[in-house]
């Protein structure tokens, strides 16, 4: 992985990303994507192989913004190999996970869909002139299981879930295109398990019987699964530790 995007770079998943891909590759150079670059980790923002460029999923600007950007970091004819959404939403000031159906909100829907799916979707549109380049390109969805469709046993947790389930969905509407027009392409979606993070924080108490991974653990079993795939996984749900979910 020499030239990467990720989106979400200033969360507890992609900071342990970035900081990985930098340190198993000494020739990779990072493009990190989040809302204000200034609150990123200061390992990051010290970087001279990591450039951190604003970007917010519930701004429609963004993606040309960062369109343009990018174009001075990494001229598109040089292209990227990896590009890794993990941006996501699951609790904020206005949004929580709902227990039942009264709780239901559009707004919070609204808001879990921006970041979830749609973010991803358009900024794999932005980022396409990047990806025409003849080498393997890996696009990554940091997805969740909870988005499963028919692992949901559960219910609950609406917006999230089916944000999840639209990110699914438009991984493998990608996964049917992108191969006629950049290919070879690996687009796939990834549950990258249980992890500490300000996303899982609130649910520490009912998390204590699963294994919780550091957020470098994590980073760790996701680049394996990641270097460890080709075209062949465009299309699939992996979980961290490269086996098949359902979708
Ligand atoms: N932690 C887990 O146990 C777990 C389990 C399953 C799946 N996941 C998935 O893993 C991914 C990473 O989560 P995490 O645990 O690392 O959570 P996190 O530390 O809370 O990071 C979330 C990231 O999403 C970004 N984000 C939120 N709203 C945004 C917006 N409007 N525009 C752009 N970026 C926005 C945050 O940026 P700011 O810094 O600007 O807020 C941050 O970079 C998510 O997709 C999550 O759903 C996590």
């Given at each position: 992985m020499k030239r990467v995007v990720i989106a979400g770079a200033s969360g507890a998943i992609g900071a342990a990303l970035v900081q990985a891909i930098l340190d198993q590759d000494p020739e990779s150079r990072v493009v990190g994507l989040c809302r204000d670059p200034a609150r990123a980790p200061a390992t990051l923002r010290d970087s001279d192989r990591v450039t951190l460029l604003p970007w917010d999923a519930?701004?429609?600007d963004s993606p040309a913004a960062v369109t343009d950007a990018l174009a001075t970091v990494i001229p598109a004819n040089e292209g990227i190999d990896t590009l890794v959404y993990a941006a996501g939403l699951l609790h904020s000031d206005a949004v929580f996970p709902e227990k039942?159906?009264?709780?239901?909100s559009a707004d919070a829907m609204m808001q879990a869909f921006a970041v979830n799916a749609t973010g991803f979707g358009l900024l794999v549109r932005a980022l396409l002139p990047w990806l025409r380049h003849r080498q393997l390109k890996r696009i990554a969805a940091v997805s969740a299981?909870?988005?499963?469709i028919t692992d949901n046993?559960?219910?609950?947790?609406y917006a999230y879930r089916s944000s999840k389930a639209a990110l699914n969905m438009l991984v493998r509407t990608l996964a049917v295109e992108l191969p006629r027009r950049c290919k070879p392409v690996a687009c796939l979606a990834l549950h990258p398990g249980t992890t500490e993070s300000a996303l899982s924080e609130p649910f520490r108490q009912s998390l204590a019987q699963l294994k919780v991974h550091s957020p470098e653990q994590t980073a760790d079993h996701l680049l394996a699964v990641l270097r460890d795939v080709?075209?062949?996984?465009?299309g699939r749900f992996l979980s961290w530790d490269g086996s098949e979910l359902p979708w």
């Open positions: 519930m701004d429609n039942r159906l009264e709780e239901l299981k909870v988005g499963s046993r559960l219910g609950g947790w080709g075209s062949e996984a465009n």
